[in-house]
Antibody
Framework: QVQLQESGPGLVRPSGTLSLTCAVFGDSVRSSNWWSWVRQSPGKGLEWIGEVSRSGTTNYTPSLKSRVTISLDTSNNQFSLRLTSVTAEDTAVYYC??????????????WGPGTLVTVSS | QSALTQPPSASGSPGQSVTMSCTGPSSDVGVYDQVSWYQQHPGKAPKLLIYEVNKRPSGVPDRFSGSKSGNTASLTVSGLQAEDEADYYCCSYTGSKKQFGGGTKLTVL
């Protein structure tokens, strides 16, 4: 059974950098699946942030592209999210998610439990 | 603002059927059979319900079904149960970008 688990600071200062890691269990980040980050601001809907493939190819949502980096750590079977110059609008629950290569288009079939990151001084 | 439009709310009584829509650009939803649907209960991570418009992952009850007509994808919940009360999101893929609809809150009366 595949499981994902986010980890990282729950509080980030404004203008700082948000850094999260997702540990993958039961699958390999070297597999043909894509590895994504999705966030949800309090009381709001889901927002796809971006993804990374086993080759390190990345895709990002246009509104965050200038501030976000998603990368793989194959030695530890995990992937990471880095978001710079954060503001209060980046306060959200952040989910790491597997996008199955067996599904055409988008098939976010395995989600981490999510981690709340608050941007505040 | 998402390019995928969902009604903010829907409701139905136990045993009834409810259909929720997801409308997108003709160049996206209208062309590709790549819409997926997610169910999210309060305080929980979303769960994949439907993929490739009308396919169900293992373990998802057949009360949940998906379809598409033109630029609009739909999720139907038949035989409504109290546990179906949740938020439902559609998601589509265009080129290298994925996006969610704004979500529909389903209330079981």
């Amino acid at each position: 059974q595949v499981q994902l688990q986010e980890s990282g600071p729950g509080l980030v200062r404004p203008s700082g950098t948000l850094s999260l890691t997702c540990a993958v269990f039961g699958d390999s980040v070297r597999s043909s699946n894509w590895w994504s980050w999705v966030r949800q601001s309090p009381g709001k809907g889901l927002e796809w942030i971006g993804e990374v493939s086993r080759s390190g190819t990345t895709n990002y949502t246009p509104s965050l592209k200038s501030r976000v980096t998603i990368s793989l750590d194959t030695s530890n079977n995990q992937f990471s999210l880095r978001l710079t110059s954060v503001t209060a609008e980046d306060t959200a629950v952040y989910y790491c998610v597997r996008d199955s290569s067996l599904i055409r288009g988008v098939g976010l079939d395995c989600w981490g439990p999510g981690t709340l990151v608050t941007v505040s001084s | 603002q998402s390019a995928l439009t969902q009604p903010p709310s829907a409701s139905g009584s136990p045993g009834q059927s409810v259909t929720m829509s997801c409308t997108g650009p003709s160049s996206d939803v209208g062309v590709y059979d790549q819409v997926s649907w997610y169910q999210q209960h309060p305080g929980k991570a979303p769960k994949l319900l439907i993929y490739e418009v009308n396919k169900r992952p293992s373990g998802v009850p057949d009360r949940f079904s998906g379809s598409k007509s033109g630029n609009t994808a739909s999720l139907t919940v038949s035989g409504l149960q109290a546990e179906d009360e949740a938020d439902y999101y559609c998601c589509s893929y265009t080129g290298s970008k994925k996006q969610f609809g704004g979500g529909t809150k389903l209330t079981v009366l």
